[in-house]
């Protein structure tokens, strides 16, 4: 990265001592600054600030916290505790328990290849692919995108990380008023948008939208908020997801809201959740209707 801010310095530097220089023109007026000294210096301000919302990503390999849960899903809602359990490049798991009791309900299990939803209370389960997952395949996601979202950085979709070189994708709105700056990258149907502190550089929101103002649109609102010091980073205690979607057979109006507590490293834990024989495969939408009741 310091190689190519050094390039971009020395390519303005270069700009900057032609567009400075004034010519005469054969009757006498000057002719104006030229403007590529100016657009150079905005694409580096720009580069410049996504790199520092990059760095605000967290060292740890590990995050495992203790979580209180909250889903809405139209006039249904459901509140209990659990537990989050998420490893870098390997997965990410969410425990629902039964309040009180303690004994759990359910898991939401991510790994790199494949989405594991478990029912408890009636031994069921789905186990497929992120295409095969509607909501998740609608937005582009997979298991990186998800981490990213989890973990409170940027991502490339279909990517496993950002690079340093890849950085001068993302666009900058650097006319944004308030304190938030809203980082941007396209890729065909899909908009990204990460809306980070104009001086923490810490994101507020992530919003993915694929194909706005059309009847198949789609858009995820991730919002971030009580951030605290985790290492030498700072990482959100709360996290509220809006999912709305006209992609899937059923139109869907879903908001997701936990805040984490005793959030740690701790990396005693198995990665990998094996699903008893006495359970039954069934499909996504089973599943998630039985939860809700």
């Known amino acids: 990265m310091k190689k190519i801010v050094y390039v971009i310095l020395v390519v303005a530097t270069v700009l900057a001592s032609c567009g400075t220089k004034k010519a005469v023109t054969s009757d006498g007026k000057k002719l104006e600054k030229t403007t590529s000294d100016t657009v150079t210096a905005q694409q580096q301000q720009k580069l410049q600030f ?21 889903l809405k899903n139209g006039e249904k809602s459901i509140s209990v505790p659990g537990s989050l359990h998420m490893r870098k490049d390997d997965v990410i ?36 692919d992120y295409g095969k997952v509607d909501f998740l395949h609608a937005n582009g996601i997979n298991f990186y995108s998800l981490q990213a979202l989890f973990w409170n950085q940027l991502f490339l979709p279909g990517k496993q990380r950002v690079g340093e070189t890849q950085l001068e994708q993302y666009d900058v709105d650097l006319t944004a008023k308030g304190n938030l700056q809203p980082v941007i990258l396209r890729q065909d149907k899909m908009t990204f948008t990460w809306d980070a502190d104009k001086v923490s550089a810490l994101i507020h929101e992530a919003v993915i939208s694929y194909a706005a103002g059309t009847p198949k649109a789609s858009s995820l609102h991730w919002s971030y908020a009580d951030f605290r010091a985790f290492g030498s980073k700072q990482y959100p205690h709360q996290h509220t997801i809006h999912f709305k979607s006209n992609a899937v057979k059923q139109k869907k109006d879903i908001t997701v809201t936990f805040s984490l507590s005793g959030v740690s490293a701790d990396s ?7 699903v008893s024989e006495k359970y039954k495969a069934v499909k996504a939408e089973d599943v998630l209707k039985k939860l809700m009741k």
């Open 93 to 128: 798991r969410i425990q629902l328990m039964v309040p009180i009791i303690g004994t759990e309900v359910g898991r939401l299990e991510f790994t790199k290849d494949y989405v594991l939803i478990i029912d408890r209370l009636h031994k069921e389960y789905i186990k497929a």
């Open 268 to 274: 005693k834990w198995e990665p990998r959740t094996t």
């Open 50 to 70: 996504v790199q520092k919302v990059s760095d605000q990503a967290l060292y740890q390999k590990n995050i495992v916290s203790k979580l209180s849960f909250n």
